[in-house]
Structure formats: structure tokens, C-alpha cells
């Protein structure tokens, strides 16, 4: 297996997340949406409903593309990579890149549907309201709940192999007079061993 492959598979699993989430989460929302809006015969809940039902069509078609574009995606961030991954000869850095990468896609899928939530629910925020005023009835803590561990997902994921070589090549480093004392005998410097 190579590491695209194992990209892709990931991504797969992410496009899978996000239907997943959208079935668990936001369809009971969109029934209790649709009931509340039948009840009420106001022309801004009928514009509501269309709105939310097309965020939710967004979230399907983001999933759908996901699945349909992992091969390039993988391709794009595996391109300065070696492609060979075998899980008998695996590298540290390989260790550390797959560990980033793995982080970075679990908080990427597991907040993209809070953040896609609280984007809608800010633009909608600043549109209905004049001015500035929108901000006060925003709940800035939960905003940041959602939007913190998403950038640190896309961060991890563009620069995990960069910091994954500079932690191999830091480890390395500190490991080989270690093996270099192991290897020819030699106590340690500063040891009183004789």
C-alpha cells in the first residue's frame, strides 16, 4: 500500500463522515424545521426552509465531490512524498507524517459541520441586521470551539510532513550518540561509570 492510497481511503472515510453527519445531525433539524415552518405561514420561514434545505444540498454535493476528487486530492498532497509506504520498513518520519495527517483529517471531518454551521448562521447573522449589531447575540466561545480545531486540522494536514521530517531529523539527532555508545561500549560523557 503507498500513501496515496491511504489518502484516499481517509478521504473516502471523511466524504462518508460528512453524509453521516449530515443524516444524524441535520436531518431531525430540517423535519423539526419543515413542521415549525408549516405552522407558521410567514414568508421569511419559507425562505429560511429553502435556505436550510440548500445547505444541506451543499453539505451532500461537498461530500459527493470528496469522494469523487480523492484521487487528485491525494495525488496533490502526496506529490513531494514517496509514494512507497510499507508498514515493515516504515521511517520515523513516515510514523510522524501519517500520525499529523491522521490528526489533521479527524479534526478537519469531525468540525467541518459546526464550522459550514456557524458560517451560515454569521453571514445570515450579518445580513438581517444593520451595522455591527449582529455581533452581540453571537456566542463568540462556541464560534471558536468550531473554527479552532478545524484550522489546526487544515494546518496539520498542510504542514505535517514538513514538521514530521524536522521531528525525525530532531529525534534522530538526539538518539544517535546513544547509538553510537551502544554500539562501541563507551560510557556516556560525564557518567562515573568506569
Not at 445580513?127 to 494546518?155: L, Q
Request: hydrophobic residues 55%; contains cysteine; charged residues 10%.
Amino acid at each position: 500500500m503507498n500513501l496515496q492510497s491511504l489518502v484516499v481511503v481517509v478521504l473516502r472515510l471523511m466524504a462518508l463522515d460528512v453524509l453521516l453527519r449530515v443524516a444524524v445531525e441535520l436531518t431531525p433539524q430540517m423535519l423539526q424545521l419543515l413542521t415549525v415552518s408549516e405552522a407558521s405561514p410567514i414568508a421569511e420561514s419559507s425562505s429560511l426552509t429553502v435556505l436550510s434545505l440548500l445547505v444541506v444540498v451543499a453539505m451532500i454535493a461537498a461530500a459527493a465531490l470528496l469522494w469523487f476528487l480523492a484521487l487528485p486530492i491525494a495525488q496533490l498532497v502526496t506529490r513531494s512524498v514517496s509514494s512507497d509506504l510499507s508498514f515493515g520498513a516504515m521511517s520515523l518520519v513516515d510514523c510522524y507524517t501519517i500520525a499529523f495527517v491522521a490528526v489533521g483529517l479527524s479534526y478537519i471531518s469531525s468540525h467541518l459541520p459546526q464550522v459550514l454551521n456557524w458560517t451560515h448562521y454569521l453571514i445570515k447573522a450579518a445580513a438581517s441586521s444593520p451595522g455591527d449589531t449582529w455581533k452581540e447575540g453571537v456566542e463568540w466561545y462556541n464560534v471558536s470551539n468550531a473554527f479552532i480545531p478545524f484550522i489546526t486540522g487544515v494546518v496539520l494536514l498542510a504542514k505535517g510532513r514538513a514538521w514530521a521530517a524536522a521531528l525525525g531529523r530532531n529525534q534522530e539527532a538526539a538518539e544517535s550518540p546513544k547509538q553510537t555508545v551502544e554500539q562501541n561500549g563507551a560510557p556516556p560523557l560525564g557518567s562515573d561509570s568506569p
